[in-house]
């Protein structure tokens, strides 16, 4: 079993609909959590970064972590067709430095 | 203005053979990486340099070699390639404090036959 676990999808929704991506992780030693997005044959790109639990939001997505339960979400709103990618969550602790663990990526496809 | 680039971006070879990825990023960043993504989309570190210093050496096989001739560059040399190497390299930097955003790099996809 992984560390960190994620749903593969794809998931498709039609434009404009709420997105919820989610990864259960087992180290409760992460601190930080990190979702990134990556678009067909392109590397990934740090969307959003939260430190503990709590949320924090950035336009219209919406990164949540809940440490009790080891688990962590992202949030889309309003979702547009620029917003198909594949979605990777990642996460350290303090002590390791940048070493991140990822998840395996859930793809997201938005429809029109 | 390429932040971090990699060449090739496409490797096809053989069973065997030895083969060079190439990375530099002109972000200043003293912290680069290698990680590999799978064919399932899988991102696993494999290594990672702080100012030409091996600080991460993961769980690969004796026949990858990192090297950072400087620390805008990190190159990865793959002896007696297999077919299971066949996957997506993709190369990152970032700062070196603290918990910092990887750049990362638009990957080589190595294809062995």
């Known amino acids: 079993q992984k560390e960190v676990e994620q749903d593969p999808g794809p998931l498709s929704v039609p434009e404009g609909a709420i997105v919820s991506l989610n990864c259960t992780y087992s180290?409760?030693?992460?601190?930080?959590f990190m979702w990134y997005r990556q678009y067909s044959r392109k590397g990934p790109e740090l969307l959003m970064y939260?430190?503990?639990?709590g949320n924090k939001e950035d336009g219209r997505f919406t990164a949540q972590v809940d440490k009790s339960s080891k688990y962590i979400s992202l949030f889309i709103r309003d979702s547009q067709p620029s917003d198909s990618a594949t979605y990777l969550c990642?996460?350290?602790?303090?002590?390791?430095?940048?070493?991140?663990?990822f998840g395996t990526g859930t793809q997201l496809k938005v429809e029109l | 203005d390429t932040a971090v680039s990699q060449t090739p971006k496409y490797l096809v070879t053989q069973m065997g053979n030895d083969k060079s990825i190439k990375c530099e990023q002109n972000?200043?960043?003293?912290?680069m990486y290698w990680y590999k993504q799978d064919s399932k989309k899988f991102l696993k570190i494999m290594f990672s340099?702080?100012?030409?210093?091996?600080?991460i050496n993961e769980t690969v096989p004796n026949r990858f070699s990192p090297k950072s001739p400087d620390k805008a560059h990190l190159n990865l040399h793959i002896n007696s390639l297999e077919l299971g190497d066949s996957a997506v390299y993709f190369c990152a930097s970032s700062q070196p404090q603290g918990i910092n955003e990887q750049y990362f790099g638009p990957g080589t996809r190595l294809t062995v036959t």
């Open positions: 990642a996460m350290t602790f303090t002590g390791g430095g940048n070493k991140l663990t």
């Open positions: 939260t430190y503990s639990s």
């Open positions: 180290n409760s030693a992460f601190q930080y």
């Open positions: 972000l200043g960043h003293d912290t």
């Open positions: 340099y702080n100012n030409k210093e091996l600080i």
